[in-house]
């Protein structure tokens, strides 16, 4: 496919410019990386890649997440340019765009799934050759790798511990906004450069309706309250924001911890899966209890289509894959009920799950979506046990009683179209619990 070319800015790019280098942290205000950047150079140039390594391998030109980042990049270029400068935006494998830059050192956050670590190990040799250099900030997390840990210097593996050492451990030092601001006078003055349009890129337009980026406050107020009522707006939405660092997580914590103790709670268990993914890095395709893979899965295609369409017969799983479908986002209750279905009722791996989650969900991040996946399917650290079969009649009895949501995402429930359930419950329930210990007693 044909690589848009940023000729312009690649000129512009000398050995007197730095480069603050956006991944997922696509904002000016309360950015560890560029604030650095600022703080200490001038003449900063802010350059994004879409990155071809990540880009080849969605299998859909209409991908929603694609066109999120576009409209996040088109708000940050127009920030940028009301200050006089520009956003640079580059469309290839970044190591080879590296190769052809030449700046005086580039600045950026780190990054922690194993594609990025090893992307960035090769741009710093890249850039050190060339006598720049590549510095980089932790930004998207409170607490980063090794900063929790147990008193014997290992990393936790169960998450409440954990969070009581993260409580403890916090102060306002972690949680104080970086003021970026300050600094704008450092940014490169240039003419407006050009952002590809989604087609030369490769993609197109959606249409899909992203949540808004606004904190709600009274939401998160009543957060404990309501979380796990799919058919109310109980929850903040702010996942997507998140994912892409258009809001600050430190922003988050400072409400959270004004506000409420359970969504501080959420945003804690984020940490904990960035940190059980640096520290055990085989999550990403293995089980996290090596025992589990020994696992005999099922594994029907035509069950797992199912699955994927929305058409198991079980009203609350169905809602939750079409909500998903829809509109790239699944209530977390509902989550954890279909993510419990495929691996429990259906005796599918977790990872055609975790796969197609991975396609579909806008705020898809690998550290959280793998660490939930696992939990689901009991393979992960502080997993439910394998013998927690969640029950979907009795799970929409306690959360959605009045069928409010699942109406919304199965309107022909109770006629002839609506699908015959693919499973019986009872059924299911008394092969998975032959099936796990069948292979972790093998």
Not at 36 to 49: G, R, W
Not at 298 to 325: H, Q, S
Request: with cysteine; glycine share 4%.
């Amino acid at each position: 496919m044909k690589r848009f070319e940023n000729k312009i800015a690649a000129t512009a790019i000398n050995e007197t410019v730095t480069l603050f280098w956006f991944r997922r942290d696509l904002r000016l205000q309360d950015n560890a990386g560029l604030y650095y950047a600022l703080k200490e150079n001038t003449s900063v140039l802010p350059v994004f890649i879409f990155d071809t390594e990540i880009l080849d391998n969605l299998d859909d030109e209409k991908d929603a997440r694609v066109e999120f980042i576009h409209q996040a990049l088109q708000q940050v270029k127009t920030e940028l340019e009301k200050l006089g400068s520009s956003l640079a935006v580059f469309h290839g494998n970044p190591v080879e765009i590296f190769k052809r830059l030449n700046p005086k050192a580039v600045y950026t956050n780190h990054d922690y799934e194993p594609y990025g670590n090893n992307r960035d190990a090769q741009v710093k040799k890249i850039l050190e050759k060339k006598g720049s250099r590549l510095s980089s900030f932790k930004d998207i997390v409170i607490f980063e790798k090794a900063e929790i840990i147990k008193d014997d210097g290992t990393p936790y593996t169960v998450y409440t511990p954990y969070s009581k050492k993260w409580k403890t451990t916090l102060n306002s030092f972690y949680v104080k906004s970086y003021p970026v601001e300050k600094y704008f006078s450092s940014l490169l003055k240039i003419n407006p450069l050009p952002l590809p349009d989604l087609g030369a890129i490769g993609f197109s337009r959606t249409g899909m309706a992203f949540p808004e980026r606004k904190i709600k406050q009274l939401v998160i107020e009543k957060y404990h309250l309501q979380r796990d009522i799919p058919g109310i707006d109980g929850t903040s939405r702010l996942s997507v924001h998140l994912r892409f660092g258009r809001v600050s997580i430190r922003t988050l914590v400072q409400v959270a911890l004004k506000k409420n103790e359970k969504w501080l709670n959420e945003l804690i268990w984020r940490d904990f899966y960035h940190m059980i993914l640096w520290h055990f890095p085989h999550v990403e395709t293995k089980a996290f209890k090596p025992a589990y893979d020994r696992i005999a899965w099922r594994n029907d295609p035509k069950e797992f289509k199912a699955w994927c369409e929305g058409r198991t017969g079980y009203p609350i799983v169905d809602a939750g894959m079409r909500e998903l479908n829809a509109t790239g986002f699944m209530h977390n209750r509902v989550r954890m009920i279909v993510a419990s279905f495929l691996t429990k009722h259906l005796l599918i791996d977790w990872r055609w799950g975790e796969a197609y989650f991975a396609k579909k969900l806008l705020d898809f991040d690998l550290a959280a979506n793998n660490g939930g996946w696992q939990w689901a399917a009991g393979s992960g650290c502080d997993a439910a046990p394998y013998f927690r079969v969640f029950n979907p009649y009795l799970q929409t009895e306690k959360f959605d009683p009045e069928l409010t949501y699942i109406k919304k995402w199965a309107p022909e429930l109770g006629t002839a179209e609506y699908p015959k359930p693919i499973v019986d419950h009872a059924v299911a329930r008394e092969r998975v619990l032959k099936a796990y210990p069948a292979a972790l007693n093998s």
